[in-house]
């Protein structure tokens, strides 16, 4: 028996893992192997002196039902839990209990884990699955590219070991590349360096060779590169000193790259560089969307401009052309006979007064400042008013209290109202229109109808579904040859 016991003790003198025993009743420490006294960070005396709860970090109700479940089931559990250090570290440990009886008395077996590190590395992984969710879920939003990708650079920050991260982009026209995102960035270091530097930026080479580049000694390759004199003043401010670059790939082309920063001595791992190149396909997704939202925003705007030119020429320049005929046959008849030159001149205030109710409407249409100030439905009224006094179409309106919606929606709104009566006025060759204002379980609703012949479906369509999809919300349309149009759009309001 004395054999025996030594050699159980020597077994648990020696085990990497944890061993404690614990009196059931009295909740203290009968016996800790050096292991669990490492891993807690007190002695076998101070341990034996304590009970249970100055160690599990958990309510004390929690340790008590844990060991009154033990008792009852009198066979091995193991389950996760959480240890507290003398120190005042929290461990994540995992434990396997039991039941023994000892003198005549329970006492409960528990060998313990450490699994901090593991435990680390799946919040590690799930904060990263959060990361590119978040990163996916914000590349919609329309927001400017700065900040877009400074939010994305944050992010990454946040589930990587990296300190701080820089996103570059190259400028086509100018053959160079500009710093338009960061974190972690002392403000105006890196930002002056890219300026003055860029040329000789280790950026080039990820982006000529198409892969990653681990740039290490990163200060000490700056401070003996002469061709880097621009940035010595800079880098010293920076918390890194190596850089693991990788470029921004979209469709086989290159749009940039993306800089993650890192300690001196350390650098990222195989399964990060998977991260960070999944972080990288996301920023490209979002460097190719505002590029295509910028040319379809520049698109937009050309057309807008086009259908203010020929408003104006249709109306203000024809306005102004018959002003300066009415103004050159009161010249003739003047001299001769002037009371002749008085029905030209009425003739030309007329006109006057015409042209500048038209371009009042223009440059409400253009800016409409009502809108802010006196909200959508007031916008609307003013809009409904001068397409039936420009056009002498019957418009019928049904507003009712002004929607609980933020300002981009109801300009979307305004503008979609906008473009329907434009396509009704052109196009439509309707007598009279109906706009109707109001609001369901999911958000603003808008919807306008005329009596007209109808009109193709692409007319202006697009631009409407665009306004409608940057607010989540949903365009609807019905347009029958000979019966007219129906136009029904729901933005949401939150």
């Not at 039991?98 to 799930?126: N, P, W």
């Not at 807008?304 to 024809?318: I, N, P």
């Not at 002037?338 to 009042?360: I, K, N, Q, S």
Request: hydrophobic residues 40%; charged residues 30%; negative net charge.
């Amino acid at each position: 028996m004395r054999a025996g016991e030594e050699r159980y003790r020597a077994v648990i003198e020696q085990a990497t893992d944890g061993i404690y025993l614990l009196d059931a009743e009295t909740r203290r420490f009968v016996e800790t192997n050096p292991a669990f006294q490492k891993l807690v960070g007190y002695n076998a005396d101070e341990l034996r002196a304590m009970e249970i709860y100055r160690i599990v970090d958990h309510p004390r109700e929690n340790v008590d039902s844990t060991i009154q479940r033990t008792l009852e089931l009198r066979r091995r559990v193991v389950g996760n839990r959480r240890y507290r250090r003398k120190d005042g570290a929290v461990l994540d440990v995992e434990v396997g209990v039991s039941v023994i009886s000892l003198d005549g008395r329970d006492v409960i077996c528990t060998i313990v884990r450490d699994v901090t590190e593991r435990a680390q590395m799946q919040a590690l992984l799930e904060e990263r699955v959060a990361t590119l969710s978040r990163i996916a879920a914000d590349l919609v939003l329309d927001l400017p590219m700065e900040e877009t990708l400074s939010a994305l650079a944050a992010s990454v920050v946040s589930a990587s070991t990296a300190v701080s991260c820089l996103i570059v982009l190259i400028d086509d026209e100018a053959d160079e590349i500009r710093m338009v995102g960061s974190h972690g960035v002392p403000e105006g270091a890196v930002q002056a360096a890219y300026e003055k530097a860029r040329d000789t930026s280790p950026n080039w080479e990820a982006i000529r060779t198409r892969g990653p580049l681990l740039f290490s000694n990163a200060r000490q390759t700056v401070s003996a590169n002469p061709w880097l004199t621009a940035i010595h003043d800079f880098y010293p401010r920076v918390a890194g000193d190596t850089v693991y670059i990788v470029p921004l790939l979209s469709r086989g082309k290159a749009l940039g790259a993306i800089d993650f920063v890192y300690p001196p001595g350390q650098e990222p791992g195989e399964e990060e560089k998977v991260f960070l190149g999944a972080v990288a396909d996301q920023a490209a997704v979002a460097v190719e969307n505002a590029c295509l939202f910028s040319d379809a925003r520049g698109k937009a705007t050309l057309e807008e401009r086009q259908r203010l030119a020929r408003e104006l020429h249709d109306s203000v320049s024809q306005a102004l052309y018959s002003i300066a005929l009415g103004v050159e046959t009161a010249r003739e008849v003047l001299p001769d006979n002037p009371e002749r030159a008085a029905e030209p001149l009425d003739y030309v205030v007329t006109l006057a007064e015409a042209g500048m109710t038209e371009m009042r409407a223009l440059i409400f249409e253009l800016r409409p400042e009502s809108l802010e100030k006196e909200g959508l439905v007031a916008a609307l009224e003013k809009q409904a008013a001068a397409v039936q006094a420009r056009h002498g179409i019957r418009v019928e309106t049904t507003f009712g209290d002004e929607p609980d919606a933020p300002l981009e929606a109801k300009e979307s709104l305004y503008r979609i109202a906008q473009e329907a009566l434009h396509n009704t006025v052109k196009h439509a060759r309707a007598a009279n229109v109906k706009i109707k204002l109001g609001r369901d379980s999911e958000g603003t609703t808008l919807e306008v109808s005329d009596d007209g012949v109808g009109f193709p479906g692409h007319l202006g369509l697009d631009s409407m579904r665009e306004r409608v999809s940057r607010q989540g919300g949903t365009l609807e349309i019905a347009s029958v040859q000979g019966k007219g149009v129906q136009i029904f759009a729901r933005v949401l309001s939150g």
